[in-house]
Nanobody, 125 residues
Framework: QGRLVESGGGSVQAGASLRLSCVAS?????MGWFRQAPGKEREGVAM????????EYADSVKGRFSISKDTTKNTLYLSMSSLKPEDGGTYYC?????????????????????WGQGTQVTVSS
């Protein structure tokens, strides 16, 4: 059973930067980051094809967040800068099955089969 473990969350001031990491237990296909604030639905943040050939970002994070992966370490990253209070929430790493390499530009949680437990990000104003 595939396993994803996130880390790197924390409490920061608005304008700060953080980098989240997600270590995968095996090779997966398309991978992504989602977040969920209390009382709100889980929303897509960014995703990347298995070969890093394509990425997709939510409009709210474009230009501030960057998704990347290190296949040698089976690790997915989310570099976040110019953080805003509305960026706060629990950030989840997600992955598609290993043969589902393409994300196909659809930043929705329903296409992901595997999920991590989440890491908390708090941004204070």
């Amino acid at each position: 059973q595939g396993r994803l473990v996130e880390s790197g969350g924390g409490s920061v001031q608005a304008g700060a930067s953080l980098r989240l990491s997600c270590v995968a237990s095996e090779n997966f296909g398309c991978m992504g980051w989602f977040r969920q604030a209390p009382g709100k639905e889980r929303e897509g943040v960014a995703m990347i094809d298995s070969d890093s050939s394509a990425t997709e970002y939510a409009d709210s994070v474009k230009g501030r967040f960057s998704i990347s992966k290190d296949t040698t370490k089976n690790t997915l990253y989310l570099s976040m800068s110019s953080l805003k209070p509305e960026d706060g929430g629990t950030y989840y790493c997600a992955a598609r099955r290993w043969w589902e390499n393409a994300c196909n530009g659809v930043l929705t949680p329903t296409i992901f089969a595997y999920w991590g437990q989440g890491t908390q990000v708090t941004v204070s104003s």
